[in-house]
């Protein structure tokens, strides 16, 4: 199957990879790999590998080895330690739930796109001044949602965000229509019932679903 994205995001925003990004907490490393290529082959391969378990990194670094289409990345990254260990396993992108001096300044030193958690104006003011324009938005109904995004719109247009928690299928939309939000973080696509039962179909068919919640314009204007 050929990939709709580049070969490397280097180049590209995360915030462009999919309207869509998994978030994906893997018990078993065993798993990673089928269910990585049933998000692909559903139409969702930015893959954000959340380092909450043991498992983190041997999944990150099996998806990385073995299923090519996937852009995978390291969610739940803390520590600068965790920054050096993701990359190391093959993760082509970062996400924390929030942020320090330091944890970023090891993020900005690892030649991979980042996200760095805010939840407040300040903090997105404080990202702006150290040049950051791209950043996740957590947790995001409980901060605000959609009313509080829209809202910084105005005075800090130059932000985009990735708004992640207590997002699924029937407000994804909402965000999605936000000139601010150029893409969303879920677990919806990933029952947990369905990843017990190595139901990896219905996984590809969840994720078919989530990847038709495109956005109509991008923030440059153009369709995607």
């Not at 309207?19 to 893959?47: E, K």
């Amino acid at each position: 199957m050929t990939s709709p994205l580049p070969p490397s995001p280097s180049a590209v925003p995360v915030l462009d990879l999919a309207p869509v990004v998994p978030v994906v907490v893997v018990a078993d490393a065993a798993d990673a790999v089928p269910l990585a290529r049933a998000l692909v082959a559903g139409g969702l391969p930015a893959i954000e590998v959340t380092l909450r378990t043991p498992a983190g990194l041997d999944a990150i670094r099996a998806i990385a080895a073995e299923v090519a289409d996937a852009v995978v990345g390291a969610g739940t990254v803390i520590t600068p330690a965790q920054v050096s260990d993701s990359v190391a396993a093959g993760a082509r992108f970062l996400v924390s739930p929030g942020w320090t001096d330091s944890l970023l300044a090891a993020m900005q030193a690892s030649g991979v796109p980042f996200l760095p958690g805010v939840s407040t104006t300040s903090e997105v003011v404080a990202l702006l001044e150290r040049g950051v324009r791209e950043m996740k938005f957590f947790p995001a109904q409980a901060a605000g949602g959609t009313a509080y995004l829209k809202s910084l719109a105005g005075p800090l247009p130059q932000a985009r965000f990735c708004p992640t928690g207590g997002i699924g299928p029937a407000n994804a939309p909402e965000y999605l229509a936000l000139p601010n939000v150029g893409c969303v973080g879920g677990t919806w696509m990933l029952p947990q019932d369905a990843i017990e039962a190595k139901d990896w179909a219905r996984v590809e068919r969840l994720a078919r679903e989530a990847a038709g919640l495109r956005r109509p314009f991008s923030a440059g204007g153009t369709s995607r």
